[in-house]
């Protein structure tokens, strides 16, 4: 009845009770179990391509066909991103700079191009929102702020500190963002004259596409980390947002922008080639 059901020969049925499961068979379940633990370390983020390049790092010979047929025995699929709102406000009559950025979202070296974003978070005790600045290099987060409040003094300005402090600006810069009061008021404009590096440029009114890279970097934290979790409150947001980005995002995470490295493993290639130039 059993043979029947599952549509297979008698003599396969008993030959397979003689040999046991096929060495294929068992290296998979092996493989499973490694699988299953990156799953979850990823927060059930990492679809096939990241996976097999994470268990290529760990020295297994996989490919991505095989990853993606174990992962979708085992019912294992990554978290999809879905549309999240905006946080600018460019109701403003301060200026705005010209768009040197022109979505060209791919430099040589670090600290050559800088772009920045804002989104909101919700907790229990009412909205926190992020600031971030990344580095289109490594795509590392470089700085980031997180605050009550919407003004530059919270946002914009806190997360240059931060990122200058990281990466310390040597050659000239293109700052990019889009046209949000936080970027064009006197008191951010001020900070980044003072460092005569320094070129601003700003998205087309309306145009998300010219800030692509943090766009996409907010809808991998609401993906991954977000939509998931209810905060608490303020501290409980800050502290989880810490943890994502300082030891999941800029250490451990394979970008598919760096070839699925993570920026670690990309910095320290990018260290050994320069060393053997």
């Not at 240059?160 to 990019?176: G, S, Y």
């Not at 440029?201 to 970097?217: I, T």
């Not at 993906?223 to 989880?240: G, N």
């Amino acid at each position: 009845m059993m043979c029947k059901v599952f549509k297979i020969s008698k003599s396969g049925y008993y030959n397979w009770l003689q040999t046991g499961d096929s060495g294929r068979w068992n290296e998979n379940q092996k493989l499973l179990v490694k699988i299953k633990r990156i799953f979850q370390d990823s927060s059930q983020s990492y679809g096939s391509p990241r996976m097999t390049e994470e268990l290529r790092s760990l020295g297994h010979k996989v490919s991505r066909p095989r990853t993606a047929r174990i992962m979708n025995a085992a019912g294992l699929q990554a978290k999809r991103k879905r549309k999240f709102k905006t946080t600018t406000d460019s109701r403003h009559t301060y200026p705005v700079a010209p768009n040197l950025l022109k979505q060209n979202f791919w430099v040589s070296a670090p600290a050559k191009v800088w772009v920045s974003d804002i989104t909101y978070i919700r907790t229990n005790k009412g909205w926190m929102y992020l600031t971030v600045i990344i580095d289109l290099f490594d795509r590392k987060v470089i700085g980031w702020a997180m605050s009550k409040g919407m003004s530059a003094e919270e946002t914009s300005i806190p997360a240059w500190r931060m990122a200058v402090k990281n990466r310390p600006i040597t050659n000239e810069l293109i700052f990019h963002s889009d046209r949000g009061i936080q970027y064009a008021c006197n008191a951010f404009t001020n900070l980044l004259g003072c460092e005569k590096l320094v070129s601003r440029s700003m998205s087309r009114k309306g145009n998300c596409w010219d800030n692509a890279v943090a766009e996409s970097f907010f809808k991998t934290i609401k993906v991954e980390l977000v939509y998931h979790q209810r905060f608490f409150d303020h501290e409980h947001a800050k502290l989880a947002l810490f943890r994502w980005i300082e030891t999941w995002y800029n250490k451990r995470r394979r970008h598919s922008a760096l070839g699925y490295k993570t920026i670690t493993e990309f910095e320290q290639l990018n260290n050994n080639q320069r060393i053997a130039a």
